[in-house]
């Protein structure tokens, strides 16, 4: 399994970026697929992950701004980020469980200035 994320980038306090990850090398939809994020000296969080069956969780600290969307059919999950704060600011890492096994991509950087 491979997973390739693109989106990131800097964006002013405010703006949006929508993140997008491409997971290939896996087939059926019985795997959850997420987003977690690392900023420098902090510990790898989630942010947010849907199940296979569509059930959704997001970190307190983006609900209401933060939207987690996924394609089946192509295996994708997208991250739709709106009203960024700099705290927002991490490498986001594009997630794959499946069977209790996690994939990661290599990550992306989000930047979000004040």
């Known amino acids: 399994v491979q997973l390739q994320a693109s989106g990131g980038g800097l964006v002013q306090s405010g703006g949006s970026l929508n993140l997008s990850c491409v997971a290939s090398?896996?087939?059926?939809?019985?795997?959850?697929m997420g987003w977690y994020r690392q900023a420098p000296g902090i510990e790898r969080e989630l942010v947010a992950r849907i199940t296979s069956g569509g059930n959704i969780r997001y970190a307190d600290s983006v609900k209401g701004r933060f939207t987690i969307s996924r394609d089946n059919g192509v295996n994708t999950v997208d991250l739709q980020m709106n009203s960024l704060k700099p705290e927002d600011t991490a490498v986001y890492y594009c997630?794959?469980?499946?069977?209790?096994?996690?994939?990661w991509g290599p990550g992306t950087q989000v930047t979000v200035s004040s």
């Open positions: 090398g896996i087939t059926g939809n019985s795997h959850g």
């Open positions: 997630n794959l469980e499946i069977w209790s096994f996690d994939y």
